[in-house]
C-alpha cells in the first residue's frame, strides 16, 4: 500500500488495511477513504474492498454504497437499559462485558479476494 493511502486511511480513522481491504470505524468516512482509493488509482471493490461499522441514511447515496456491520439501535438500547437496572441493583459488582446484536448491510464496496488482487 503506498503512502498515499496509507495517509488517507489514518486520517479516515482506518482501523486496519491490509490483505487489500479497509475496515474503517465509522460510515461517514468511508466516502473520504474510496475518494482517496480512487485518487490513488485504485478500485474499489474491484482493487481495494471497503468495510465500514455503522450505518446512516444517507449512505445509500454513497457511490458505493458501503458494505457494512451495524449495530440494531434496538437491541442495544434493550440492553442498555438492563445494564442500568442491574447496575442499580448491584451498585459494588465489577464492570461486565456487553454484546449486542448486528446485522450485515450488503453493499457494493466489499468483493471476495481473488488472485488478481
Request: charge should be neutral; glycine fraction near 6%; aromatic fraction near 6%.
Amino acid at each position: 500500500m503506498n503512502m498515499k493511502i496509507l495517509t488517507a486511511c489514518i486520517l479516515c480513522g482506518v482501523m486496519a488495511a491490509a490483505a487489500n481491504t479497509a475496515e474503517i470505524r465509522k460510515i461517514d468516512a468511508a466516502e473520504a477513504v474510496v475518494a482517496g482509493l480512487r485518487q490513488s488509482g485504485l478500485r474499489v471493490p474491484e482493487d481495494v474492498s471497503v468495510l465500514a461499522f455503522g450505518d446512516r441514511l444517507e449512505a445509500d447515496y454513497y457511490d458505493p454504497r458501503p458494505t457494512a456491520f451495524s449495530v440494531l439501535l434496538r437491541d442495544q438500547a434493550y440492553r442498555t437499559l438492563e445494564l442500568i437496572g442491574w447496575r442499580l441493583r448491584n451498585p459494588g459488582a465489577a464492570p461486565v462485558a456487553a454484546q449486542t446484536a448486528v446485522c450485515f448491510v450488503e453493499g457494493k464496496s466489499f468483493a471476495p479476494a481473488n488472485s488478481n488482487r
